[in-house]
């Protein structure tokens, strides 16, 4: 069997890390998910579970994926050969094609937005055409042809594999796109809903936190991270040998949850400035934005560019979800990375064509009240990926010796961990208590 890759640079490691975790989730997803819930109050408790529960779930992917350089399937029947645990395994496959599938649909909205902004086809600063203006660009059919325009590039960067395609991608688009951010941060002080902007953002009102808040939060951390579905597990089978997992998880948790908070800084007062409803839903980034840039000099140049690192930002996640099926499909199924890439890449496919469609045509068909594309994030996000997380958990708490956990966190023995008893203890019972309790609660059980 071919020898796997290891990233070459601990830069690398970590900026494909954030590659990951960097993406969509960040400057899409939080803004939305805080404008429902209520903003302060979901901020709380978002940062909370990032760093509570899903720093200590990253330390234990990284670890079993480093520690048995395996697929996520094959990391727990390699680290518990006799029991059932790969059934996680499988959780984590299913839920990462479910969330490609309604992700390329986004991702090729962006693809659309940084293409029409380049031609000079969209229009900024009409206060009321934001929302017509995006129903016309993502309804109908038009947006499968930009799902599939997206899936395309994610497999060809997938077909150039790990090292070549993922590593050297991240290394340069990460720090563009933080930079982008900072300055849209500073042009938003301008703005004149700036300060009730980051009051509804920064100050919790507690009297919102209900169940589906602190579920809907815990699915965030979840999504942001990159947890639950062996995603990092993956990609930390191809970190090498001396790199420090406590570190690389801390540092990425850090520098992904401050996206997150930006992109609030930067949607939030344009929400208030231009008389929005923070309360849009998914489409509200993809409407907010265009507003912004027409406050900027240059507007054209600057919506271009950040759609484009939007849609790269977007690439490096999906190419990171991607990796876990063809992984296994390679390594389990004993395909060639060619064929396991494109079998990936046609379920989701099909997937996303589905999702792409629940905005136009499919619009009235809903199950639970919610169209394929909200079905699909909601059981990923907030089903799948928190129960990943618990058994992985519970898993590395529980079922693995003590031994192992030490040797990855200390490269065996060659330098001291200090919180290596705190993230035992909370593995062992901090995280999946908390996650089961917060799925009790958000059922009525609790
Ligand atoms: N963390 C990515 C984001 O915030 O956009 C989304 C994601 C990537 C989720 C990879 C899950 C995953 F396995």
Redesign the pocket.
Known sequence: MKERAVFTTKFGALATTVG???????IW?FPYEAGVHGGGAFLLCYMLFVFLIGVPVLCAEFAMGRGTRSNVFGAYSKLAPRQKWQFTGYIGIVA?LL?LSF?SVVAGWTVEYCISSAFGQLSFGDMAGGHGQFTSLTTGWRPILWTVIFLFCNTFILLGGVTKGIERASNILMPMLFLLLIAFCINSMTLPGFGEGVRFLFHPDFSKITPSVLLGALGQAF?????G?G?MMTYASYFSDTNRLGRTAAVGAVL?SSVAVLSGIIIFPAVFSFGLSPQAGPTLVFEVLPYIFSQLPGGMVWSTLFFLLLFL??LT??V??SE?SITFFCEEKRMSRRNATLLSSAISLCGGVLCALSFGPLSGFTIGGLTIFNLFDYLSSNIC?PIGGMVCSFFVGWMIDKKFLRDQFTDYGRYRFVLLPLLTFSLKWICPAAIFLIFLNSIGLL
């Open positions: 990951s975790a960097v993406g969509l989730g960040n997803r990462s969330i992700y999504f942001s991270l990159s947890l579905l995603c992904d930002a977007s996640s999906t990171s979800m876990i990926l």
